[in-house]
């Protein structure tokens, strides 16, 4: 009975002994200076804690904005690749690339002049803007490169966005387009994965520019200020990291609320973001233990101080050990496992819990990877994983000499399905196209869908010209039976455009375009069928 009310090994216990002594020694003095060790320590532990968060919110980030680069990086290729010198076909290649609507507010396509030749969501503007005087513009123009804008409010939406650009350059280098995708700051599908992080209950994120101006914050009335040209200026901590700071201090926000303020810079623009978490919620505890502490430890001995104080300095040798293992993870020197401690005690239940919230980041880490390779509807590679595992093919079919094809895919009159049953019923055709797909294929092909009712395959270890030809007629006969979508009964069929080469002396573009010209090849024969190309073995080199 008595073991169950007393938990002897407990720092709890172990603290009650020593205030007990402490209390019967008069060794207040000792125990103030005592409590202030702890704070020290506690406040290292929830700073350094509070940085590597939002260093993995920063490297979120990165990461979503790399993924918006990449995909207008792959818009601008294919523009450069076809004849889209008419605006109204630069119109219509923007909207047939439905991935832009999911990673983009609005994309625009503006000539090397500045005028607006195509609006990814109102058509009615094109021609009728020019924004050769816009920061982004002239940056890009210059640097010849795309860039991430300044913040700024949008003349088409009313709206604050920045704008993520890429220029498009003809063969000869001269510059034919400028694309550019906005991102709306108050869109909650850019900020909202992060709002999970926010610290404490009345804790929030931020963030701002370089030179001060508001990206994003919990007061929508204070996005696109400048916190220079706010009353009062910038706190004293967000001016340091304005100048370079990054790390956690303890200061007060603009409303003369005291907590701890963490800065992180990202690393593909100058944004900073922040958190804030207010002292009174961080140090509850640590406040309320200072406050009984002081109460019942006045007049302490000097002697019996030191003992108490030497006693409590022992007993937070594993909080010390603690704050050291979180410093080495943040610097990348230590593994999660080390927080993985057999202590039975508070300390031990604070590491394990520390080790379970690391474990949560690495797996939300580990799914952001994976979501960036992988199409949400169908389940199957994207467009960028698709590029990452031809590139390796095409390397392997080099080294081995072995005969590697492409297959370029796509449903036959898949605009009627849409226009008529609508895009719910269209995205439940693509699924179940994906299915057959893939269980048509051998296991180590490899099928993805670029976008819309595109779909690729690359097959690689092939006998013989026979084996592709067998191939694409199993993929046809596993799409010919009807497809039943609850009440409905659809007849699909696709068309396969296959490029081939002997021993991979080719490249992905020349396989892209000449499975491209095949698969026409095969629409004009009817649709429902396939046609090859063959690549001779030398084109590659050429």
């Known amino acids: 009975m ?37 704070e020290h320590q506690m406040r290292a532990v929830i700073g350094d804690q509070q940085f590597a968060l939002l260093s993995s919110a920063a490297s979120f980030i990165d990461q979503d904005l790399a993924s918006k680069k990449n995909l207008l990086t792959a818009i601008g ?40 030749i195509a609006n990814l969501n109102n058509r009615l503007v ?24 300044a913040p700024f409010l949008s003349t088409l939406s ?5 704008v993520v650009t890429e220029p498009v350059f003809d063969a000869t280098g001269k510059l034919l387009y400028i694309l550019g995708g906005a991102i709306d700051l108050q869109r909650p599908r850019f900020f909202g994965q992060l709002e999970a992080l926010k610290p404490g209950k009345s804790g929030y994120l931020f963030m701002l520019t370089k030179q001060g101006t508001i990206i994003h914050h919990p007061d929508s009335q204070r996005i696109l200020m400048n916190v220079k040209q706010e009353v009062g200026g910038p706190v004293p901590s967000t001016l340091a990291a304005m100048n370079g700071f990054e790390g956690w201090v303890e200061g007060s926000t603009k409303r003369g609320v005291t907590a701890l303020i963490t800065y992180k810079r990202l690393l593909r623009t100058d944004w900073i973001i922040g958190a804030v978490y207010p002292v009174h919620e961080a140090f509850a505890p640590l406040i309320d233990m200072r406050q009984k502490a002081l109460m019942a430890s006045a007049g302490v001995a000097i002697a019996a101080g030191m003992i108490g104080w030497l006693a409590i ?9 603690l704050r050291r293992h979180v410093a080495h993870i943040s610097g990348g020197s230590l593994n999660i496992e080390v927080f993985d401690v057999g202590r039975r005690d508070e300390f031990g239940e604070l590491s394990r819990a520390f080790f379970i919230l690391s474990q949560q980041r ?38 081995n000499h072995q005969k590697l094809a492409l297959a370029y895919l796509d449903i036959d009159h898949f605009k009627h399905v849409n226009d008529t049953y609508g895009h719910g019923t269209g995205d439940q055709v693509l699924i179940e196209f994906a299915r057959r797909l893939k269980l048509a294929v051998r ?19 092939l006998a013989d010209d026979t084996e592709i030809a067998n191939l694409a007629t199993k993929i046809l006969r596993n799409i010919q039976p009807p497809f039943v979508l609850g ?56």
């Open 126 to 149: 094109i021609g009728k803007s020019n924004f050769s005087k816009r920061d982004y513009f002239i940056d890009t123009v210059r640097d010849r490169e795309g860039v991430i804008s």
């Open 77 to 116: 290729e294919q523009l450069a690749l076809g004849d889209y010198s008419a605006p109204s076909s630069i119109q219509l290649f923007l909207e047939a690339h439905t991935s832009l609507r999911d990673e983009f507010f609005n994309v625009i396509a503006l000539d090397e002049t500045g005028k607006l």
């Open 487 to 542: 009440e409905l009964i659809f007849a699909v069929t696709a068309s396969i455009g296959i490029a081939t080469n002997a021993n991979g002396s080719t490249s992905l573009e020349e396989l892209m375009e000449a499975s491209d010209s095949a698969l026409y090849e095969a629409k004009r024969g009817g649709k429902n069928g396939f046609a090859l190309r063959f690549l001779p073995d030398e084109l590659g080199e050429r």
């Open 158 to 162: 009313k709206r604050p966005v920045v």
């Open 362 to 399: 690495r797996e939300a880490e580990n799914t952001l990877v994976t979501l960036t390779r992988t199409d949400t509807l169908t389940g199957l590679h994207n467009r960028r994983m698709f590029e990452e595992t031809m590139a390796a093919a095409l390397a392997r079919a080099r080294r």
């Open 443 to 461: 296991s180590t092909d490899t099928v993805a869908r670029l976008a819309g009712d595109e779909f690729v395959v690359i097959f690689e270890n």
């Open 313 to 321: 300095m022992r007993l937070l040798l594993p909080l010390a050990a």
């Open 2 to 38: 008595i073991k169950t009310l007393v938990r002897i090994g407990t720092l709890k216990t172990r603290l009650t002994v020593v205030v007990s002594f402490l209390v019967l020694l008069a060794a207040a003095l000792v125990a103030s200076v005592s409590l202030q060790l702890v």
